[in-house]
């Protein structure tokens, strides 16, 4: 198991390429699947949750290889409609192969994803969605047994909450089905929109994608296509942060700040200046930043969960009181603990955790329980006083690419041992 150790107090600066979005590319991995040929991804992240989507490609008979950052799968002819469950159990998001793989086989079996470090996520919209367009679902000991008992349909689908995942699995079984399908409440997320853009590059008929309703006309002639994926904005908020911990002054590039639209606030309330130009934006810190007061996760384009963690870093430093409020996911405080034994000031009570700001933190041995936990916690140690042990860096591995090197190359002294 390897070990982040990180020797705090650096400064950063220089100029850092945001990573391409794991968020988006999972999903495009699956709608791969409908497409029957070479599709080429740029811009994809090397991760261990990108990697875990194509051993289940190639598990089904696809072609997958790498070249750097691009990614070509040849999804041309497929020999296997199950998914065993060492591979669904390898990633929480394999549920997205669901409505791919129902669009291009009658018959599919697939375990239930793995469990989850982020409190119960269940997939009963995703389900329900698909029964909604003919799919026929049998849940059995943990087993989903899909067949489709006249034709894969559209319908009209309405979200009691705009899921992400489940968005997605409905715009991928809708665009071959017959008709049109039609999804209310959806989740309006930038990688919806990256979604859709794939697959109408593959001569899909989506629209409406990044709004509240989602329309797709099924077709049949869907054929592979070249995309490049969007950045992915949580690590640009992750880098951030840990820009901001170390006083520094550092420029992003490949950053969409459209998509940072509720998390640049926050920084600005620190008192970082951020200065957008081109496709890039710089941060320079202040010596100490002052505690944001209210942060409520939300669906997009409210702040998101997933930066909840690492913007949690910044205010325990911070000079002053900030709440959060996590309503999103149960159990999405797993680093608090951790960030208390850096000497973090926070108290915890069901959904909202109080962070009062501390001077500094001290160094300690911390371990990670989730992905974005893990980068709280890189993040808090850059600012710790001495040299920090970091574990479960598996779980910040199925999210960043290279973090230490991108912190090193800024100037953090930061080594995975
Ligand atoms: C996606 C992101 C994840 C992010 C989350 C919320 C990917 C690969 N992951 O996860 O990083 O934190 O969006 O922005 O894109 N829910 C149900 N039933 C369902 C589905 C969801 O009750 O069938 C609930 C969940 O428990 C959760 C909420 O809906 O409370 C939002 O979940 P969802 O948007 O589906 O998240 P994911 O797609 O799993």
Redo the contacts with the bound molecule.
């Keep these: 198991m390897s070990v982040f150790v990180v020797d705090g107090g650096k400064r950063l600066s220089g100029e850092v390429k945001v990573q391409g979005s ?3 590319t ?2 495009i991995l699956a709608a791969t699947l409908l497409c029957g040929g070479e599709s080429v991804l740029f811009n994809c992240p090397r991760l261990s ?1 990108v990697e875990a989507s194509l051993d289940i490609l190639r598990y089904i008979g696809c072609k997958a290889k790498r070249e750097d950052g691009t990614v070509i799968v040849d999804t041309g002819s497929l020999s296997r409609s199950e998914i065993p469950s060492q591979l669904m159990h390898r990633m ?2 394999s ?2 192969f669901l409505g791919a793989m129902v669009a291009r086989f009658d018959r599919v079996r697939m375990t239930f994803p793995g469990g989850c470090e ?11 969605a698909l029964r909604q367009m003919g799919v026929d679902i049998n849940e059995e000991h943990g087993v989903l047994d899909c067949s489709i008992d006249d034709c894969l349909h559209g319908a009209d689908i309405s979200l ?9 699995n409905i715009m991928i079984a809708a665009a071959t089905a017959r008709g049109t399908t039609t999804v209310s409440n959806a ?1 309006r ?1 930038p ?1 919806i929109v990256d979604l859709a853009d794939f697959l109408n590059a593959c001569g899909a008929r989506i629209s409406g994608a990044g709004g509240s309703t989602v329309v797709i006309e099924g077709t049949s002639d869907l054929h592979p296509a070249s995309h490049s994926i969007i950045p992915d904005r ?1 690590v640009a908020a992750t880098l951030m942060s840990a820009a901001a911990v170390t006083g520094s002054d550092v420029r992003f590039t490949g950053v969409v700040p459209s998509h940072l639209e509720s998390v640049l606030p926050v920084f600005r309330d620190s008192g970082c200046y951020i200065d957008i130009s081109g496709d890039g934006l710089r941060l320079s810190a202040p010596y100490r930043l002052t505690a944001p007061k209210l942060i409520r ?1 939300m ?2 384009p409210g702040f ?3 930066a909840q963690a690492p913007i949690m870093s910044m205010a325990a430093v911070a000079d002053g009181m900030t709440v959060f409020v996590e309503n ?3 159990s999405r405080y797993s680093h608090v603990s951790e960030l208390c034994r850096l000497g973090a000031n926070i108290r915890v009570e069901g959904k909202v955790a109080v962070v009062d700001g501390v001077r500094r933190l001290l160094s300690a041995e911390v371990t990670a329980h989730d ?2 936990g893990a980068a709280a916690l890189v993040v808090a140690a850059l600012c710790a006083d001495g040299e920090s042990r970091i574990r479960g860096i598996e779980y910040l591995e199925r ?1 960043y690419e290279d973090m230490e090197l991108v912190l090193s190359s800024l100037g953090a002294d930061i080594k995975k041992i």
């Design positions: 794991k968020n988006s999972l999903p949750d929480r998001s549920i997205i982020l409190g119960p996520r269940p997939i009963d919209l995703h389900l329900s009691p909450i705009p899921s992400v995942g489940a968005t997605e989740a997320e990688e949580i996760t669906p997009y998101p969960t997933d999103m996911f149960l992905l974005r999210g």
